[in-house]
Structures are given as C-alpha cells and as structure tokens.
C-alpha cells in the first residue's frame, strides 16, 4: 500500500511531483549537514576552548588504575592548576609543580615538562594534545557524545593512546582514558565540570604553612 500521496499541491494550485519533492530534500540535507558536522581537530579545539577559554574551570572526577580507585578534583585557570587526590596534592603556578604525598610527608618541587604536567592533571592531555597527537574519531559510538582517539605524533614515548569522550552539547570532557605502552590504562571519569568561576590568587601556590612538617625536596 503506498502511504505516499501523488503529488504536493501548493497553496497556489500549482503541484510538484512527489519525484521532484524528494529530489529537493536530498539535495537540501548534505548542505544542513555540513554545517552542523566538526572534522576530529574542529572537535578537539572546541574542547580546548571550553577549558581554557574561561576565566576558571573547576571538575570533579574518579581515576582507576589497576585496581585503585579515587576520587580528586581539579581547579585549573590557564595553564596554572590545583588537583586534589585523597594521598596526595599537587599545586602548579605557571612556572614551578609541587606535589605534596600524604604517605611520606614529603614535597617534590620541579620545573615539570610537558609530560609532568599531563600525569598531573588529566585535563593538560585535552589542552597540549593540538601539538603532540594526531586526533581522529574513534570506532566507539556513544549517545550524545564525541568519542576522540588521540595518537603520539613521536613513537618511543609513555603514552600508546588516549581516549577522549566529550559532550556533543558544550564539548566538556566527560572520561579520559590514557593507554601507556606498557602497563594497564587510567581512566579518569569526571562527574562534573564547571566554567566560568575565579579561583582565589593563592590557588595555585604551595600552602607551605599548611604542612610544616613536610620535607621539601627541591629538584629544580
């Protein structure tokens, strides 16, 4: 039975041919999906944008690696940061990481590489990935969401790969997953994310009178 009417007659009298209907709707969907489709790179810089872009940006998330969980939360403006894991807290002022460890009383302080501040802070593998990954979709489909599979430009390094899952609505990160070439991945799923609030100036900085106690190591 076909469902079809014979022709669409227009206000008019006029009637365009149910074969001529059709043919203008398919020549008018590519063009409305072109402008609503993003390249991989279009997807990864508006990921970028919306962490960095903010005046601050605050998240809260869930790591697991190898059978150990826990919670943490991350306050980040520009490239300085705070992350805040239950054994251990880590502060980075622009230009020097210190990383406090709960078990051994002890503060590390270097001037991090690129790669430092990534194992620090899971959202510095979305913001330095322009210039050290090749970005492309990921087989995995997902509801709502970009799926990016991140590959090193350079082999030999730590990382394999890295999976990122973004939201389709304002392309906050939603996981993160880093693939090392030996060793079991760590995932980072984050709970929420927020942008737009004004961290305190002190954010940033070692709270030294905070653990008096600690020992500094100085590895700068």
């Not at 690696?65 to 239950?86: D, M, Q, T």
Request: net charge positive; proline share 7%.
């Amino acid at each position: 039975m076909n469902i079809l009417p014979k022709a669409i007659h227009q206000p008019c009298g006029k009637t365009i041919s149910i074969v001529a209907f059709w043919v203008v709707v398919l020549l008018w969907t590519p063009t409305i999906s072109s402008q609503t489709a993003f390249t991989a790179p279009q997807v990864l810089s508006k990921a970028i944008a919306a962490i960095s872009g903010s005046k601050g940006c605050e998240a809260n998330f869930n790591v697991f690696n190898s059978g150990y969980s826990g919670s943490g939360r991350i306050v980040a403006s520009g490239k300085k940061f705070h992350v805040s894991l239950p054994d251990a807290s880590v502060w980075y002022n622009g230009s020097d990481l210190y990383t406090y460890n709960s078990h051994s009383g002890e503060t590390t302080v270097v001037v991090p590489t690129s790669e430092e501040l990534s194992q620090a802070n899971p959202l510095a593998y979305v913001t330095g990935a322009q210039e050290s990954y090749n970005v492309s979709f990921s087989t995995v489909k997902k509801e709502g969401r970009y799926v990016l599979e991140l590959i090193p430009k350079k082999k030999g390094g730590e990382v394999k790969r890295i999976t990122l899952t973004l939201k389709k609505s304002d392309f906050t990160p939603e996981k993160i997953v880093v693939e090392p070439t030996s060793g079991n991945p760590i995932s980072a799923d984050i709970s929420s994310f927020k942008t737009g609030i004004s961290p305190q100036p002190n954010e940033f900085e070692y709270p030294k009178s905070k653990f008096p106690k600690a020992e500094i190591i100085d590895l700068r």
